[in-house]
T-cell receptor, first 116, second 114 residues
Framework: AQSVTQLDSHVSVSEGTPVLLRCNYSSSYSPSLFWYVQHPNKGLQLLLKYTSAATLVKGINGFEAEFKKSETSFHLTKPSAHMSDAAEYFCVVSDPSGGGADGLTFGKGTHLIIQP | ETGVTQSPTHLIKTRGQQVTLRCSSQSGHNTVSWYQQALGQGPQFIFQYYREEENGRGNFPPRFSGLQFPNYSSELNVNALELDDSALYLC?????????????FGPGTRLTVT
């Protein structure tokens, strides 16, 4: 079985300061890990994904995440927050060894607030 | 290239009724997955259809059922609606099974059960 824990339900940062959204995962096998963003009234958008290649993954809009197997973590970071980054962020895990039949497992989400 | 579309955008149903939600997959995609997102929660996997057959199901009762058509569009049917079925229903299409291929999500259908 696989699961994801997002450690913060809300994160508030000032514009121009770094962003850190924390995620821990549990998976029986080598997982694929993703971060998705959901803006109000819009569909989920893939920010980045880890699929057993480089442990530091770069995504869109300046976001990146580092896969740390020893810590079972996949934290999302951005050096400088922008007002447009305000949204809901989801950490997601999947287990490719199941042939993809188990779908994606989402965390509960972290609401990112950007203060002007 | 047309993205994933869903219809209707919103609907309101009464407890005990049945509802059908529709999803058009992105061009070239043969897999559609459905997710339920309750308010304040992350999406939960309902099931996915690969080449017109159900291939994987989450922890949802049989009154949640689906279809995939030859053009790879899909329907989600929910019978005997309950108040807890009120949620945003998301579909995602992909080139193959979820978890192996990138999922492209539609904007969702907001279902309210009264």
């Amino acid at each position: 079985a696989q699961s994801v824990t997002q450690l913060d339900s809300h994160v508030s940062v000032s514009e121009g300061t770094p962003v850190l959204l924390r995620c821990n995962y549990s998976s029986s096998y080598s997982p694929s890990l993703f971060w998705y963003v959901q803006h109000p009234n819009k569909g989920l958008q893939l920010l980045l994904k880890y699929t057993s290649a480089a442990t530091l993954v770069k995504g869109i809009n300046g976001f990146e995440a580092e896969f740390k197997k020893s810590e079972t973590s996949f934290h999302l970071t951005k050096p400088s927050a922008h007002m447009s980054d305000a949204a809901e962020y989801f950490c997601v895990v999947s287990d490719p060894s199941g042939g993809g039949a188990d779908g994606l497992t989402f965390g509960k989400g972290t609401h990112l607030i950007i203060q002007p | 290239e047309t993205g994933v579309t869903q219809s209707p955008t919103h609907l309101i149903k009464t407890r005990g009724q049945q509802v059908t939600l529709r999803c058009s997959s992105q061009s070239g995609h043969n897999t559609v997955s459905w997710y339920q997102q309750a308010l304040g929660q992350g999406p939960q996997f309902i099931f996915q259809y690969y080449r017109e057959e159900e291939n994987g199901r989450g922890n949802f009762p049989p009154r949640f059922s689906g279809l995939q058509f030859p053009n790879y569009s899909s329907e989600l049917n929910v019978n005997a609606l309950e108040l807890d079925d009120s949620a945003l229903y998301l579909c995602a299409s992909s080139l193959g099974l979820a978890g192996l291929y990138e999922q492209y999500f539609g904007p969702g259908t907001r279902l309210t059960v009264t």
